[in-house]
Nanobody, 119 residues
Framework: QVQLVESGGGLVQPGGSLRLSCAAS????????IAWFRQAPGKEREGVAC?????GYADSVKGRFTISRDNAKKTAYLQMNSLKPEDTAVYYC???????????????WGQGTQVTVSS
């Protein structure tokens, strides 16, 4: 069955960096988009970045976050630099045939990994 497993979250100080990983199994990874979403307490889930053949980013993370993928390893990554307290959220990866903004249009989700940016 399709499975997405996130890892790499944790506690980091403002200005620090983290790299999240999303390990996929159960489907042909190459032809599918991988997106990262995040959800902070009391807020809606928001798209952060998505990659298929090219990458797209939310305005709030452009220039700080980089999404990438290794098709041979069936793994996607989110490199997060210059982290801010407002980046604190649970981060989820999701997969679908393209990169829609609406999270309801994604087929499968991981369980999420907590990222906390605090001094």
């Amino acid at each position: 069955q399709v499975q997405l497993v996130e890892s790499g979250g944790g506690l980091v100080q403002p200005g620090g960096s983290l790299r999240l990983s999303c390990a996929a199994s159960g489907f042909s990874f190459d032809g599918y988009a991988i997106a990262w979403f995040r959800q902070a307490p009391g807020k809606e889930r928001e798209g952060v970045a998505c990659i298929l053949e090219s990458a797209g980013y939310a305005d709030s993370v452009k220039g700080r976050f980089t999404i990438s993928r290794d098709n041979a390893k069936k793994t996607a990554y989110l490199q997060m630099n210059s982290l801010k307290p407002e980046d604190t959220a649970v981060y989820y990866c999701a997969t679908g045939r393209h990169c829609p903004r609406n999270p309801d249009e994604y087929d499968y989700w991981g369980q999420g990994t907590q990222v906390t940016v605090s001094s």
